[in-house]
């Protein structure tokens, strides 16, 4: 069994930054990918980023520009720095680690972004 923590939320001015961490009790080097997901209340949860193994990154349309993530394989974490911030990113964040038999989902941060 693997464990994943999210930390890092908290409430926001619009126009301020976070940075939220993700960290696992194994090596992230072994996944495959590592994702970064939120949901908003009354919505569906939606992929945001992606890192993978080798160290390349993706992003969501909406996440694009204002949206960083990162790695650091020593401390078995993984980031998403979050710029800019809009009353629309309000909502739980999720990290997913991608394995070849199962994803690893952590229990969420939420962040709160305040008008």
């Known amino acids: 069994q693997v464990h994943v923590v999210e930390s890092g939320g908290g409430l926001v001015q619009a126009g301020g930054s976070l940075r939220l961490s993700c960290t696992a009790s194994a090596s992230i080097s072994s996944f495959n990918a590592m994702e970064w997901y939120r949901q908003a209340p009354g919505q569906q949860r939606e992929y945001v980023a992606l890192i993978r193994g080798v160290g390349s990154t993706h992003y969501a349309d909406s996440a694009k520009g204002r949206f960083t993530i990162s790695r650091d394989n020593a401390k078995n974490t993984v980031y998403l720095q979050i710029d800019s911030l809009k009353p629309e990113d309000s909502g739980v964040y999720y990290c997913?680690?991608?394995?070849?038999?199962?994803?690893?989902w952590g229990q969420g941060t939420q962040v709160t972004v305040s008008s």
């Open positions: 997913k680690l991608h394995g070849n038999w199962r994803d690893f």
